[in-house]
């Protein structure tokens, strides 16, 4: 339920004259000690506002203060590398591709808001990563997202699936954003917690980095973009920074903001038209903890003080109190530091842009940031209390009891087919299960070719853009996780999910050099959830550390689960690459008939945590498949290599659900069948269905084996071929054990999620 600040009084002075009224910093998340402390901070009682201001910047959500401690190995670790131009504690993470040109991205998650209402819970979690690529100075260019829902036969799926695939297509082609990838899950830990983590990726010119910090004493603070409503507050306080409880959530609904996507693009619009013209000093998004979190965030970074007349902001709804105001999550604003010398023409350009743009303040060098609302104060406190100097806490951690009786319930025990027919009849089984089965009905409401710069999307490993024209120079972005196999071993599962988002770009082409990762665990108050996230953050410091990649920034949410029962411990991972030449990029298919056929890497019998185990028996133990991120590195550089020579007509990673898969996918998006022939010796079943990490479905062009070959075995690696396309083959044909026509693939595999939850 949103809290509700019935506080009588509202101003320093008259605040301190009641110092026996009690205040409601318990019902607004606040522990008494932080209450406490806050009071000590002060020298005296807060206000209402500054109560609601420091409840809200000290939140799980705003203060990572049980995550901190943790996070702090991802700087430690991180290796150095010149492409980094903005990390860790950015609005975004920046990278440089060239002399010239920059890119920004990052992924954040918006979960709690889009089961309370998921539409808009999803719509306002694109629309504010957008931002954070703004704020940064880059032009958006596309956006990714990765979704997680529950058993989706359930009524509740058929709720918020919907609405999130609406509310993410459509924030994201109204604003005229390509959607490039991303991922659609489905298990029954999500139920009543789905997750939305919304990735979006911009680029600019290097010189046109910029900075939240309110420097220059005397520039101006110019809120600029969409009135400020009621939509939103006490969100990040209360919505997402607690659990669900298990009897429903409909008080919580006024805690969901309202995007506005056309607004959204004047603002994108705008700002670049400021940045480009050297009008703006500093800049901010206003997205969760609204003014609050602006405020105080570019106030703490810049000289340290400002000074706010609160009744000068453009309201859209009548009898706010100063305290609304400032905890407002209203969508599409901006907050600007200007000299004022250029004041007047930054608001005729707003005006031009049909945006609201208005002077509330002033930079000071007071080191305080003051807030009074018609001539009384209602804030008056060193904003970096609010931004830096909240609460860290040291968790109490503990590995769940559970874990060692998992470890030995291994999948690789459970009966398994072991007739042709039987064996034929799992990929069909596996084609049809809700995670493997055509996510048409999902993309297709997403426009991915707007700007006409995508040159790879979905259902491809990485989604590619081209940066510039002329040179052809690219990105690839792929968004990964593994829930299962983060249950099983956070620190694995979490380096199983880097591997793959980092062999996903790997496998278009290009050469990963950087990774943003959203880390979704359930109560930190519970000692089994603070491992495993331990072991999920250093799992991927230790891995991007190896990988030689920094982490440039991400997010972590907390709370999601429904009374006692988390989810899987959820670390998603974004991985970005630069391609030299997207013209060289290499697609998802089988190529051109009479190609060949390989796997790069080696099959072994590793079960557990895989789709078959839980498709075939809703099984979940044993360990995850090894991970060998020296193996990745190798093989990412040999995939580059043959891209760039034209060596491969077609690839795609092994993952979820094996070759079996991955064969079924390449016949899916071609118009050519496979004559496979398994090596000799081999376990059917476990080579069609095995998920041993570190391998690559490759398509050679003819006359280029020799020279594959060649370079895997220079480098180590393993290629083992397996066959040919064929146009006169229809679907799936694996000698000495049976066919699949494409019809009967076509069929299971196109089952249909829409009609699955009544779309």
Same mark, same amino acid.
């Given at each position: 339920m949103t809290a509700q600040l019935n506080v009588v009084v509202d101003t320093v002075g008259v605040a301190e004259a009641t110092p026996d009224e009690k205040q409601p910093w318990a019902e607004l998340g606040l522990k008494e000690d932080e209450y406490d402390r806050i009071r000590e901070l002060l020298g005296r009682r807060p206000t209402q506002s500054e109560l609601a201001m420091?409840? =809200?910047?000290? !939140?799980?959500?705003? !203060?990572?203060? $049980? !995550?901190?401690?943790?996070?702090?190995?991802?700087?430690?670790? *991180?290796?150095?590398?010149?492409? +980094?131009?903005? @990390?860790?504690?950015? *609005?975004? @993470?920046? =990278?440089? =591709?060239?002399e010239n040109i920059a890119v920004t991205f990052k992924v954040e998650s918006h979960n709690h808001p889009s089961y309370v209402e998921p539409k808009q819970g999803a719509a306002t979690g694109v629309g504010g990563i957008i931002r954070d690529i703004i704020a940064m100075g880059a032009r958006p260019i596309a956006v990714m997202d990765s979704l997680r829902f529950g058993d989706i036969d359930h009524p509740d799926t058929a709720r918020v699936l919907p609405g999130v695939v609406d509310g993410v297509g459509h924030y994201g082609n109204c604003v005229g954003l390509p959607n490039i990838g991303g991922e659609t899950v489905f298990d029954?830990?999500?139920?009543?917690?789905?997750?939305? *983590? %919304?990735?979006?990726?911009?680029?600019?010119?290097?010189? &046109?980095?910029?900075?939240?910090? %309110?420097?220059?004493? @005397? *520039?101006?603070?110019?809120?600029?973009?969409?009135?400020? @409503? &009621?939509?939103?507050?006490?969100?990040? $306080?209360? +919505?997402? !920074?607690a659990t669900f409880s298990e009897d429903g959530d409909e008080d919580s609904r006024p805690s969901v903001q309202v995007g506005d996507p056309f607004e959204e693009k004047l603002l994108i619009e705008c700002c670049l038209e400021l940045f480009d013209s050297g009008l703006v000093v500093g800049v901010q998004d206003l997205g969760g903890a609204g003014l609050t979190c602006a405020l105080s965030e570019t106030a703490a970074a810049g000289d340290g003080g400002m000074h706010v007349d609160l009744e000068l902001v453009p309201l859209r709804a009548a009898g706010m109190e100063p305290h609304d105001i400032l905890a407002s999550e209203s969508q599409e604003r901006m907050l600007l530091i200007v000299d004022p010398a250029n004041v007047e023409n930054v608001l005729a350009r707003a005006h031009?842009?049909?945006? +609201?743009?208005?002077?509330i303040g002033t930079v000071t060098d007071t080191g305080r940031l003051v807030v009074d609302y018609h001539g009384q104060s209602v804030v008056d406190v060193p904003p970096a209390s609010l931004a830096d100097e909240g609460p860290v806490y040291e968790r109490p951690i503990a590995e769940p009891n559970d874990l060692a009786l998992i470890a030995v319930d291994r999948a690789e025990t459970l009966s398994r087919p072991s007739t042709d027919a039987e064996i034929r009849q799992t990929v069909l089984d596996m084609a049809a299960s809700p995670n493997l089965c055509d996510k048409t009905w999902v993309t297709e409401q997403y426009d991915s070719s707007v700007f006409g710069n995508t040159v790879l999307g979905a259902p491809h490993d990485a989604g590619v853009v081209r940066l510039d024209e002329r040179t052809g120079v690219g990105i690839a972005i792929s968004l990964d996780g593994n829930g299962r196999f983060a249950r099983l071993d956070p620190y694995t599962g979490a380096q199983l999910s880097l591997a793959e988002a980092y062999r996903n770009v790997a496998t278009t082409g290009a050469t990963p050099i950087a990774v943003t990762d959203c880390l979704n665990f359930g109560s930190p108050e519970d000692p089994n959830v603070m491992w495993q996230f331990e072991r999920a953050v250093t799992g991927i410091a230790d891995g991007c550390q190896q990988l030689g990649i920094p982490v440039t920034g991400g997010n972590v949410s907390f709370y999601n689960q429904t009374g006692r029962e988390a989810i899987h411990p959820t670390p998603v991972i974004g991985v970005l690459g630069v391609i030299e030449d997207v013209n060289r990029r290499v697609p998802l298919g089988l190529g051109s008939t009479g190609d060949t056929i390989a796997l790069i890497g080696e099959t072994r019998e590793e079960l557990s945590g895989s789709e078959w185990a839980w498709v075939t028996h809703r099984h979940l133990g044993g360990v995850p498949p090894k991970v060998d991120l020296g193996h990745e590195m190798k093989l990412a550089e040999l995939l580059g290599r043959l891209a760039e020579h034209e060596q491969l007509a077609a690839a795609h990673d092994l993952s979820e659900g094996g070759l079996a898969q991955a064969l079924v996918e390449g016949i899916m998006h071609s118009g050519l069948g496979a004559q496979i022939l398994l090596p000799e010796g081999a376990d059917p079943f476990t080579y069609l269905f095995s998920e041993s990490t570190g391998r690559v479905l490759v398509v050679i062009p003819r006359g280029q084996e020799l020279a594959v070959r060649g370079a895997c075995e220079q480098r180590g690696l393993p290629i083992t071929p397996l066959g040919v396309t064929d146009a006169s083959t229809d679907g799936l044909?694996?000698?000495?054990?049976?066919? =699949?026509p494409r019809v009967e693939l076509e069929a299971a595999w196109k089952g249909g999620i829409g009609a699955a939850v009544g779309a």
């Amino acid at each position: 339920m949103t809290a509700q600040l019935n506080v009588v009084v509202d101003t320093v002075g008259v605040a301190e004259a009641t110092p026996d009224e009690k205040q409601p910093w318990a019902e607004l998340g606040l522990k008494e000690d932080e209450y406490d402390r806050i009071r000590e901070l002060l020298g005296r009682r807060p206000t209402q506002s500054e109560l609601a201001m420091y409840s =809200i910047m000290w !939140s799980e959500h705003c !203060s990572y203060k $049980s !995550s901190r401690v943790h996070l702090r190995q991802f700087s430690q670790k *991180n290796p150095k590398t010149p492409r +980094l131009l903005a @990390g860790i504690g950015e *609005n975004a @993470g920046v =990278i440089a =591709i060239d002399e010239n040109i920059a890119v920004t991205f990052k992924v954040e998650s918006h979960n709690h808001p889009s089961y309370v209402e998921p539409k808009q819970g999803a719509a306002t979690g694109v629309g504010g990563i957008i931002r954070d690529i703004i704020a940064m100075g880059a032009r958006p260019i596309a956006v990714m997202d990765s979704l997680r829902f529950g058993d989706i036969d359930h009524p509740d799926t058929a709720r918020v699936l919907p609405g999130v695939v609406d509310g993410v297509g459509h924030y994201g082609n109204c604003v005229g954003l390509p959607n490039i990838g991303g991922e659609t899950v489905f298990d029954p830990c999500y139920q009543g917690n789905p997750l939305v *983590n %919304a990735l979006s990726v911009g680029v600019m010119p290097r010189s &046109r980095l910029q900075s939240m910090e %309110a420097s220059g004493v @005397g *520039n101006v603070v110019i809120l600029l973009g969409a009135k400020t @409503g &009621r939509d939103g507050i006490g969100g990040v $306080s209360v +919505l997402a !920074s607690a659990t669900f409880s298990e009897d429903g959530d409909e008080d919580s609904r006024p805690s969901v903001q309202v995007g506005d996507p056309f607004e959204e693009k004047l603002l994108i619009e705008c700002c670049l038209e400021l940045f480009d013209s050297g009008l703006v000093v500093g800049v901010q998004d206003l997205g969760g903890a609204g003014l609050t979190c602006a405020l105080s965030e570019t106030a703490a970074a810049g000289d340290g003080g400002m000074h706010v007349d609160l009744e000068l902001v453009p309201l859209r709804a009548a009898g706010m109190e100063p305290h609304d105001i400032l905890a407002s999550e209203s969508q599409e604003r901006m907050l600007l530091i200007v000299d004022p010398a250029n004041v007047e023409n930054v608001l005729a350009r707003a005006h031009r842009w049909g945006l +609201l743009a208005t002077a509330i303040g002033t930079v000071t060098d007071t080191g305080r940031l003051v807030v009074d609302y018609h001539g009384q104060s209602v804030v008056d406190v060193p904003p970096a209390s609010l931004a830096d100097e909240g609460p860290v806490y040291e968790r109490p951690i503990a590995e769940p009891n559970d874990l060692a009786l998992i470890a030995v319930d291994r999948a690789e025990t459970l009966s398994r087919p072991s007739t042709d027919a039987e064996i034929r009849q799992t990929v069909l089984d596996m084609a049809a299960s809700p995670n493997l089965c055509d996510k048409t009905w999902v993309t297709e409401q997403y426009d991915s070719s707007v700007f006409g710069n995508t040159v790879l999307g979905a259902p491809h490993d990485a989604g590619v853009v081209r940066l510039d024209e002329r040179t052809g120079v690219g990105i690839a972005i792929s968004l990964d996780g593994n829930g299962r196999f983060a249950r099983l071993d956070p620190y694995t599962g979490a380096q199983l999910s880097l591997a793959e988002a980092y062999r996903n770009v790997a496998t278009t082409g290009a050469t990963p050099i950087a990774v943003t990762d959203c880390l979704n665990f359930g109560s930190p108050e519970d000692p089994n959830v603070m491992w495993q996230f331990e072991r999920a953050v250093t799992g991927i410091a230790d891995g991007c550390q190896q990988l030689g990649i920094p982490v440039t920034g991400g997010n972590v949410s907390f709370y999601n689960q429904t009374g006692r029962e988390a989810i899987h411990p959820t670390p998603v991972i974004g991985v970005l690459g630069v391609i030299e030449d997207v013209n060289r990029r290499v697609p998802l298919g089988l190529g051109s008939t009479g190609d060949t056929i390989a796997l790069i890497g080696e099959t072994r019998e590793e079960l557990s945590g895989s789709e078959w185990a839980w498709v075939t028996h809703r099984h979940l133990g044993g360990v995850p498949p090894k991970v060998d991120l020296g193996h990745e590195m190798k093989l990412a550089e040999l995939l580059g290599r043959l891209a760039e020579h034209e060596q491969l007509a077609a690839a795609h990673d092994l993952s979820e659900g094996g070759l079996a898969q991955a064969l079924v996918e390449g016949i899916m998006h071609s118009g050519l069948g496979a004559q496979i022939l398994l090596p000799e010796g081999a376990d059917p079943f476990t080579y069609l269905f095995s998920e041993s990490t570190g391998r690559v479905l490759v398509v050679i062009p003819r006359g280029q084996e020799l020279a594959v070959r060649g370079a895997c075995e220079q480098r180590g690696l393993p290629i083992t071929p397996l066959g040919v396309t064929d146009a006169s083959t229809d679907g799936l044909h694996l000698r000495d054990h049976f066919d =699949i026509p494409r019809v009967e693939l076509e069929a299971a595999w196109k089952g249909g999620i829409g009609a699955a939850v009544g779309a």
